[in-house]
Structures are given as C-alpha cells and as structure tokens.
C-alpha cells in the first residue's frame, strides 16, 4: 500500500511540473607563450522545472562537468560544479531570486567597477562566463518606468534605486563589501545621444576602503552601431587611487552571413602598455560555431602588459 500511494505521488507530481533539459558542450585549446598550454572541455546540463498551475515559479540549475589537460605538465584535473541553481518568483511588480545566481551590476562593456559580485574580465576568453553568487535578490517595481531591487549574499550586500527617464537609465547604489573591506557608493547610467543612435554610458562612484584613503573610479564609454553591422565602442577608465587611467576600444563585423569577427585595443595611460585581441567566429550550423582568436601583449618587461606573454586558442562550441 505504502508502495502504491509513494508511486501515485510521484506520478502526480511530474504531472503538475514540466521539465526541460538542454545540453551544450565547450571545447578550448589554449596555447601560451608564458604559462601552461591548456585543453579544457566544458559539458553544461541545463534543467528548468515550471509548473502550469504555479506560472510565477520556476526553478533553475545548471552542472558544470570541467576536464582541464595541462598539456605542458602532462597533468589532468576533473571538476563537477553547480553553476547556477536558483528558485525564481516574478509577477508584475515583484521578482525574487533565491539561490546561485548572476548578479548584474553596472553598464560598462570593458569594465564595470560597481559590480561587487563579478565584475568583467576583458582577457578571459569566455568573458561574459562568469561564476555564480549564492544570495536572495528581490526587485520592486512601484511604477512602469522605476525600480528597486537589494541583494544579500555571504559577505556583500547592495541596494539599487533605478529610474527610466526619456532619454537615460539612471540609478543609484550603495553597496558593502566585507570580503575586501570597503563601502560604496555609486551610480549607473546609459542613453541615447539624441537621436544621433550613439548610446553613452558611465559608472562608478566613492570607494571607502576600512584601511587606507578613499577613492574615486569611473569608466565613460560610447558605442555606436552602423548599418552595416559594424560597432565601434570605446571606453575610458578613470581611479583616483592608482593615478592608472587606461582607454580601450572595440570593434565586431559580420563579414559574411556566417563569418564575424571582433577585435580590442587597450592601453594602460601611464606606462604606455598594450592588450590586443582579435576573433573571428564562423557558425559551422545552427547549433556549432568555432571561434580562433588571440591575445597579444605589448610594452616593456616592467609594464602591466609588456610583462606578458601572447595567448592564441580555439573554442568549438555545441548546443545539443
């Protein structure tokens, strides 16, 4: 009897959920001229369970299955890690986000110096990759055009007041990070230019560190894209501490329906070093593209850049 009432609510419950799974491979060689040359491949399962009875509820979780070969040392780590795995309410006025999650702070494209949680790493070669936060995340939204959203993790917690004016998002943030020991406060904003189709952006704030001076840093940026699907964006970096300002620009192109490429240029203002990188991106069929790229380092051996060696690999991506 207890066999069968188990068996029934089993059966009941997959009735009122709905499952879904996906599955995507990620294929890296990396070759370095200072470092370990790398075979790194990535299986990603992806899970979402809804339910139709309970349309505002779903859950998510993604498993990470990583083999990394160390081609120079002829050694092999294996890794299963729990990428995201959260639980997520929404309706018209309220979002709530428990679990491991992404926490997106900021609008910078190269840098993003608010984003207390991960912040961008422009020389990863997956740089939109980035690894989960284990909070409670709930936004408020009083009206169509603002929103208030506070996070809590660990060791960080932030509030953001947003408000959606005619030609600029703008808000403001305070956030506490007592994994590095420091409060800040700051802000975000990004619009058009009239109507001239190029979209500014900038942010940053004050940082008060609990040893030492406080701080400023910002990042100011523009982006503008043509019609013939060419963008150009450039950003600039701004801190008061370091006295290290540094400018960067970007480019992407879709040279055929199939081909794109993209490419960066960074400089460090004050030593005068260079990072490069170029990527072209070719779509094999719908569900695989292959990218080859590089990153190329430039400057004296006592630069930030010139210190480095160059970096050239391969990524076969496929969704199955």
């Not at 963008?231 to 199939?258: C, F, Q, V, W």
């Not at 490429?261 to 719908?286: G, H, V, W």
Request: net charge negative.
């Amino acid at each position: 009897m207890r066999l069968f009432l188990s068996w029934a609510l089993l059966c009941s419950l997959a009735a009122a959920l709905q499952l879904r799974f996906d599955l995507e491979n990620t294929h890296i060689i990396q070759k370095q001229e200072r470092g370990q040359d790398v075979d790194y491949n990535r299986l990603r399962l992806y899970t979402l369970v809804t339910s139709p009875k309970y349309d505002r509820v779903l859950f998510k979780a993604i498993v990470d299955d990583e083999n990394r070969y160390f081609i120079s040392s002829d050694t092999h780590r294996n890794e299963l890690s729990l990428y995201r795995a959260y639980l997520k309410y929404a309706d018209a006025k309220n979002l709530l986000v428990i679990g491991r999650q992404r926490i997106p702070f900021g609008v910078g494209r190269v840098w993003n110096p608010v984003d207390i949680y991960n912040p961008i790493d422009i020389t990863a070669i997956e740089s939109n990759e980035r690894e989960g936060t284990d909070a409670l995340h709930y936004e408020y939204a009083p009206g169509m055009l603002s929103n208030i959203d506070a996070t809590l993790s660990k060791d960080k917690m932030a509030l953001r007041v947003k408000g959606y004016l005619d030609y600029a998002d703008v808000a403001l943030l305070g956030l506490r990070d007592e994994k590095n020991h420091r409060t800040i406060v700051g802000y975000e904003a990004a619009g058009e230019l009239g109507d001239t189709g190029v979209e500014l952006r900038s942010e940053g704030g004050y940082f008060k560190p609990e040893t030492g001076k406080e701080y400023k840093e910002a990042i100011f940026g523009a982006e503008y894209g043509f019609a013939n699907s060419l963008t150009l964006l450039g950003e600039y970096k701004y801190n008061s501490r370091t006295h290290i300002n540094y400018a960067a620009a970007t480019l992407s192109y879709r040279l055929t329906p199939l081909l794109s490429t993209k490419a960066l240029a960074l400089q460090n203002l004050r030593d005068a070093s260079t990072l490069s990188s170029l990527e072209f991106e070719y779509s094999l069929s719908d569900e695989t593209t292959l990218n080859v790229g590089g990153y190329f380092y430039g400057g004296s051996e006592n630069s930030e850049y010139g210190a480095q060696g160059n970096r050239y690999y391969m990524r076969l991506f496929t969704h199955f």
